[in-house]
């Protein structure tokens, strides 16, 4: 089910947390690991523009352009050079690349030919970003189809797998994929249903427990009432293990979204990595 995963770097403190999380995984999937690092060519494309109309007046813009891409070019190359050199040891599949574009775009682009993307929470510029979460993985998470993994800088192997259930489409498609990875991994597996009537939640566990039968696994089933947001932050904030949260994501509509901010981008932000999010 999962084959082929995306590592997006880009030599932040989350690098070496997206590599061995990616690393993990495909040695117990038997997956193909596809990295790449990405020139951002906005950075240099809006220093010419910005330039051009004097915000540079003593180093000619087009000059500045070049080494500004020289630069990010040597940067990533360097970057690409020292994953490969980590890599070659492991038993995982693997190729490295560098980039020029959109990292967005690309990611997206590229998510279509993998069956799972691995990021940093945040990425090269967490110093200066006062934000919690970086801009690029939440706009990859709202346009990219494939699901995400979103990790923080510490890595662990995984002990347990946490998945939340409300009965909609994307949560049924997180049910499926968090059973699969709780069996191939061979982990202990909980379902989470969360809302402010119990017979809503207790049907939600009856159903998710009728569809795990045929797995085997060890599983446990818990409901909370409350806000989905606020219980699912403090869940992951309380399990004694290393555990993988997985969720469905945007389950709400875009206008919602745009006005309150979605239980998917309060989850992301809040609650403790890694969260694997599935549309």
């Given at each position: 089910m999962i084959k082929s995963i995306l590592l997006p770097v880009d030599g932040s403190a989350y690098t070496e947390s997206v590599l061995n999380h990616g690393k993990y995984l495909a040695e117990k999937l038997d997956a193909f690991l596809r990295v790449i690092t990405i020139v951002d060519v906005r950075t240099y494309e809006w220093t010419?523009?910005?330039?051009?109309?004097?915000?540079?007046?003593?180093?000619?813009?087009?000059?500045?352009?070049?080494?500004?891409?020289?630069?990010?070019?040597?940067?990533?190359?360097?970057?690409?050079?020292?994953?490969?050199?980590?890599?070659?040891?492991?038993?995982?599949?693997?190729?490295?690349?560098?980039?020029?574009?959109?990292?967005?775009?690309?990611?997206?682009?590229?998510?279509?030919?993998?069956?799972?993307?691995?990021?940093?929470?945040?990425?090269?510029?967490?110093?200066?970003?006062?934000?919690?979460?970086?801009?690029?993985?939440?706009?990859?998470?709202?346009?990219?189809?494939?699901?995400?993994?979103?990790?923080?800088?510490?890595?662990?192997?995984?002990?347990?797998?946490?998945?939340?259930?409300?009965?909609?489409?994307?949560?049924?498609?997180?049910?499926?994929l968090a059973a699969h990875l709780a069996s191939e991994l061979r982990l202990p597996f909980e379902v989470l249903s969360v809302g402010n009537e119990e017979e809503f939640r207790m049907e939600c566990l009856g159903e998710a427990k009728k569809y795990l039968e045929p797995y085997n696994l060890e599983t446990q089933y818990r409901h909370e009432a409350g806000d989905a947001s606020e219980v699912i932050v403090e869940v992951t904030k309380n399990v004694p293990d290393f555990s993988l949260l997985v969720m469905g994501s945007y389950g709400h509509s875009r206008i919602r979204e745009a006005i309150l901010g979605s239980t998917t981008v309060e989850v992301m932000r809040n609650a403790v990595k890694p969260i694997l999010m599935v549309k």
């Open positions: 010419l523009n910005v330039g051009s109309e004097g915000y540079m007046p003593v180093v000619p813009a087009t000059v500045y352009q070049d080494e500004s891409h020289k630069f990010l070019t040597e940067r990533a190359d360097g970057l690409i050079k020292k994953i490969s050199n980590h890599l070659k040891d492991s038993k995982v599949k693997y190729e490295c690349e560098r980039l020029d574009g959109s990292p967005v775009e690309l990611i997206c682009e590229l998510g279509r030919q993998v069956d799972l993307i691995i990021m940093g929470a945040r990425g090269d510029y967490e110093k200066w970003d006062v934000t919690i979460l970086g801009a690029t993985i939440e706009s990859v998470s709202r346009q990219c189809q494939t699901p995400l993994m979103v990790v923080d800088k510490s890595f662990d192997i995984l002990k347990n797998i946490i998945v939340a259930y409300d009965q909609s489409n994307y949560s049924n498609k997180s049910l499926k």
